[in-house]
């Protein structure tokens, strides 16, 4: 969070970004793909850590032990030359250093994710910019963020306010990244101490991460405040609520902020109330990499398919509007394409949200005509400033949603070409966008 503050959204577009160094040996294997994943955030092609043993003691606990040992093989081919790290001035564009001792945990928000600052200044943020403070609902888990790692140290912080006699003061979801992380969390008490702190444990999937969340408290036209550890914060992206100013941090950062449902509460330094009239101030979290026990076994939800699948069919009612056969498009006939009508030029951030949002969607995603009415339902059309509509350039009408302006042009034969702003294509991995 630190470093989409200090580079912003676009500071890794065209780049490869690669973490070397002493800190960077100290961050396990699930803390490492969690800092990858949201390269994503910086505009990044990609982002690279050198093969360490963080990542051998990852692969053998998740049965891929075989893995772990041709990467050892293979090892100088999956780490810089010496020379690289020596001086690393020398060979990259540009170096940050990040003294990861000194460093303050975070919260980025809202709306964008490298809008950053230190947790002890976010209060006196929040007053100065108008930012309602009462969080609605804190929020930890998703597949970036729910490691073992990062489920035990908000474990800790968890029962550091049980043992005070807190509880939740905002509604707490806890959404498992997985089918062994739900079970390993049931099996090591992590789900009965977050229950009992107040919390809500939603199912093994993207849930308000990506939209599936029907809010009861929001209220169209009106701003709140709610905070999460998911990876990305766009407008509208957890609730469909344009209006919610949705901030980031750390799993257990954002569990101590569920103990005081207040933007103004330093999760560090703070202290709040129990109910025996003393003070808790919460000690830095504890927790392990990698559970002892190994992970607990899920149901892995994987049938093998039929050995011939030349003699199956699959049999769909033509009337659902959940799942429809793919037909193939048509062969490009090779010849240049000419004189494209416009069907949107995008004004500012143009990420798969906004291209094609999840949400309410989602149930559709296995149908590609009925799924394509969302088509950049969340851009900004630059000529009018307003969100998911445009204008049919043949006939002049206006007011149409993007959808049906393209649906008009596929009608009479002919194609049409987009204009992307910022950072087009950001954000999650999106096969409808």
Known sequence: LYLCGLLT???????????????????????????????????ATTSVFPFDQKMVAYLNITDRADIANLAQAHKDLLTADPEVYKSPEKHFDQVVEIDLSTLEPHVVGPHTPDLARPVSKMAAEAKEKGYPVHLKAALIGSCTNSSYEDISRSAH???????????????????????????????????????????????????????????????????????????????????????????????????????????????????LKTADGKTLTFQPPQGEELPAKGFAKGEEGYIAPAEDGAKLTVDIPPTSERLQLLQPFPRWDGKDLEKLPLLIKTKGKTT??????????????????KISDNMFLGATNAFSSEPGKGTDVLTGESN??????????????????????????????????
């Open 157 to 271: 912080i968890a029962k550091q306010g049980l043992k005070a006699g807190l509880k939740a003061k905002t509604p707490f979801l806890v959404t498992p990244g997985s089918e062994r992380i739900y079970h390993t969390m049931k099996r090591d008490g992590f789900m009965e101490t977050f229950e009992q702190m107040g919390a809500t444990v939603l199912a093994n999937a993207c849930g308000p991460c990506i939209g599936q969340w029907k809010r009861a408290d929001a209220v169209k036209g009106k701003a709140d405040s709610i905070i999460s550890s998911y990876n990305r914060n766009f407008p509208g992206r957890n609730d469909g609520m344009n209006e919610t100013l949705s901030f980031l941090a750390s799993p257990e950062v954002v569990t101590a902020y569920a103990f005081s449902g207040d933007l103004t509460f330093d999760p560090v330094h703070g202290t």
């Open 9 to 43: 959204v676009k500071g890794g577009t065209n780049k490869i970004v690669e973490y070397f160094g002493p800190g960077a040996e100290t961050i396990s294997a699930t803390g490492k793909g969690t800092i990858a994943n949201m390269g994503a955030e910086l505009g």
């Open 400 to 433: 149409l949603t993007i959808a049906q302006i393209a649906r008009r042009y596929k009608a009479k034969g002919i194609g049409s070409i987009v204009v992307g702003d910022e950072n087009y294509g950001e954000g999650s991995s999106r096969e409808h966008a």
């Open 352 to 369: 798969t949200d906004h291209i094609s949002p999840a949400g309410p969607w989602l149930k559709y995603r296995g149908h590609l005509d």
